[in-house]
């Protein structure tokens, strides 16, 4: 099976690196359409620095800052309708896998009049308005991949756009937005990063690239465990977080994810479950599952992060998560067969049934 | 510091890859110029290839077959000129280092009249004839760089061309066509891509993304050195050195090269010594000068290796690289004082004087 490879985002990493290369932000254009959520731009400094630039560039710019958690296809359709009626030549987006995802599919639709029916199905042409993301949390890593994951309340779940379209042509990655984060959104995204990695390795797709990169973010990011667990990380410790759910999105920017996501976006639909927390909860037991059948690979994965057994790690997520959710066996049973039909399920190394996603789940929860 | 990443290339991995995508390359034009060496694309099955896939699909070729090892500037203008009269749409550079340059240059002076004053300046329009590489060697990376290293005979040196424009849109990585690569061959090239890792990691411009991909290439390359050594390389450990060579490329892309590419340059120029072969003969040398001011960084390098000490280093090397070339030292003083004066040196992250190369050289050749 042939592998592939391609991330083409100019990706600048460092404390203030946008005033540091405000010259490749005055080349995107005149004007800008900043895309964000209501507040958090506002008070971890990022849309200020980036105000700044565009000011002292003389570019001219308006916001949309409607973005919701988890935003809907009408939300990317409105800031596309927004973009169009300022005549608006880029689009930054600052925050996190929210806003950027919202952004990705405002710029497509503000170049192109695709219908919400075939919106989904990433066959467009390549028009699209030039991109550069900012994001203020260190999980998503969507500032360097070509997918725009939406709620799609008419499939009651997530669905995702992916095209090479939506690769952002910059990407500026600076940890400082992150200093003021939560513990619980410091651990969720994280944990996000860290599910790229480990199923970018659990993909068909996975090749020698892409795992360079997901084993680096692993060890990254499992270098911080402690100082998460104990609320304590350092500025140098939010750049590695950061640093390593950028290599988590050039992974899956490769290889897509696998069985965790899918299941896990049940839970964050129906049980408004953070989406990273709901792939911390799921993957323990689905590399326990990968593990019956290709225990070398899960070997790989555990030496990233120093640990000799699978149980070690699920513990370990156990004392980041904090106490988890009930759900009821037919809650398991209805997900189970939502994410069966899933294009992630053929996507693993180790492809699970039904009744091994009903196991997953049960064995997730303690049930 | 603000630290950079960008690769657009797109790559494709695995045997038989070109005929698997071969839609990739019918989207690239109608009429192509593939770029070559006398023989080796004739003999290891690549040029078969490739024109097998263009005839199928319905794509027009010629070929130009006149690039010599360390091609110069005459030769790029020779074959801008031959792609301008038979109005070629797009390049094939099938090779190793000295074809895949030279395709560099000529898909650049093809699209634009750049005079050979101005060739090296590095600022040019955005026109170029887009690029699919194919390397048949596993050491250069120029498929996924943004470099064309040309032999400049009015500076006696290689001299570097170097812009985002250079990089090709594709690089298809097929181990097969390495099957046939005397032991020499794969030594110095193996060697070439190992010193691109390991000086990516002692460059200024280092950083997470980088020494990602640096690791992982040395730990492949490394992984062959018993092979390599007892000329015994199965094909599996053929495609660890040809990914790895794509890492490396993939890493100086991102860092440059340090001060053991312009001391090696001179071996070259003037002793005709192969440039993966020069790179290995100052590796280990250069590798103890950085050692003395930056341990940590270098202890990190040899973990990849499995080694504990610079000397096992350049034992291994010296194993590999057989006996060496006598230098004088009017030699040694004359490629100092050439190298000083290069870009190279204020990359390293530890910055040597002219009596460090002076030394550095003479520790090379056991002086």
Do not use: W
Not at 120 to 145: C, D, H, K, N, R
Not at 180 to 188: D, F, K, M, Q
Not at 264 to 285: E, I, K, P
Not at 291 to 317: H, N, W, Y
């Amino acid at each position: 099976m042939n592998k592939f490879y391609h991330m083409p985002t100019k990706i600048i990493m460092g404390d203030n690196c946008i005033a540091g290369s405000s010259g490749l932000l005055a080349a995107m254009g005149a004007k800008a359409l900043i895309v964000t959520g209501r507040h958090s731009a506002r008070i971890n400094g990022s849309l200020e620095d980036v105000t700044a630039v565009l000011t002292s560039n003389n570019q001219q710019y308006v916001i949309f800052d409607k973005v919701m958690a988890n935003p809907t296809v009408e939300c990317a359709y409105e800031g596309a309708a927004f973009a169009r009626e300022n005549s608006v030549d880029f689009v930054i987006a600052i925050g996190g896998g929210s806003p950027m995802d919202a952004a990705k599919a405002i710029a497509l639709l503000a170049k192109q009049d695709i219908k919400e029916e075939v919106l989904f199905s990433g066959s467009y042409a390549q028009e699209v308005l030039p991109m550069a993301f900012i994001p203020t949390t260190a999980g998503t890593g969507s500032e360097v991949t070509q997918y725009s994951i939406l709620t799609n309340h008419k499939a009651q779940t997530k669905t995702s756009i992916a095209s090479p379209v939506l690769f952002p042509k910059l990407a500026f990655l600076d940890a400082r937005y992150m200093a003021a984060l939560s513990p619980s959104t410091t651990v969720n995204t994280a944990i996000d990063a860290l599910s790229h990695s480990v199923e970018g390795m659990l993909s068909v797709r996975a090749g020698t690239i892409s795992d360079s990169l997901a084993m680096e973010s692993i060890r990254l990011i499992s270098s911080c465990f402690g100082a998460m667990q104990a609320n304590s990380l350092e500025h140098n410790m939010r750049e590695k977080l950061l640093y390593a759910s950028t290599l988590g999105g050039m992974v899956i920017a490769n290889t897509g994810t696998t069985a965790v996501h899918s299941m896990g976006y049940s839970l964050t639909y129906y049980r408004d479950v953070d989406h990273g927390r709901a792939n911390g909860l799921l993957l323990a037991a689905f590399l326990a599952f990968v593990e019956k059948s290709l225990p070398e690979r899960v070997k790989t994965i555990l030496d990233c992060m120093g640990l000799k057994q699978v149980e070690e790690f699920s513990a370990l997520l156990d004392g980041l998560l904090g106490e988890k959710e009930t759900i009821s066996a037919q809650e398991i049973d209805s997900y189970s067969a939502r994410a069966i039909n899933t294009k992630n399920i053929s996507n693993c190394i180790a492809v699970p049934g039904q009744e091994d996603l009903v196991k997953i789940f049960r064995d997730s929860f303690r049930m």
